[in-house]
Nanobody, 124 residues
Framework: QEQLVESGGGLVQTGGSLRLSCATS????????IGWFRQAPGKEREGVSC???????KYLNPAKGRFTISRDTAKNTVDLQMNNLKPEDTGVYYC??????????????????WGQGTQVTVSS
């Protein structure tokens, strides 16, 4: 059974940092693509970053230079380090997975497993 569990969210001031972690069960990271997404109140879910099964990464423009995705294949975890946070980064952050991908995409419909999300709030 496949499962994704996000953790690490919380309240942080503008300019601060958070490190989110996606703990996976039932996955082998060299066989899945992992994406990080977020959803702000009243807005659609948007891609933040992703990592392909090969370890290749992709960043959406708002995340470039501020966020870093990484993985620990031994622990089957994927982290998202978020620096220089801004109020517009506020939202629920989700990790998602799909099997046997040699690439990763930044669109929700490319993934079929989802975690429950973790809340990130950046105060102004």
């Amino acid at each position: 059974q496949e499962q994704l569990v996000e953790s690490g969210g919380g309240l942080v001031q503008t300019g601060g940092s958070l490190r989110l972690s996606c703990a996976t069960s039932g996955f082998t990271l060299d066989r899945v693509a992992i994406g990080w997404f977020r959803q702000a109140p009243g807005k659609e879910r948007e891609g933040v970053s992703c990592m392909a099964s090969t370890g290749t990464t992709k960043y959406l423009n708002p995340a470039k230079g501020r966020f870093t995705i990484s993985r620990d294949t031994a622990k089957n975890t994927v982290d998202l380090q978020m620096n220089n946070l801004k109020p517009e980064d506020t939202g629920v952050y989700y990790c998602a997975a799909t099997w046997d991908k040699y690439y990763c995409g930044a669109y929700p419909n490319e993934y079929n497993y989802w975690g429950q999300g973790t809340q990130v709030t950046v105060s102004s």
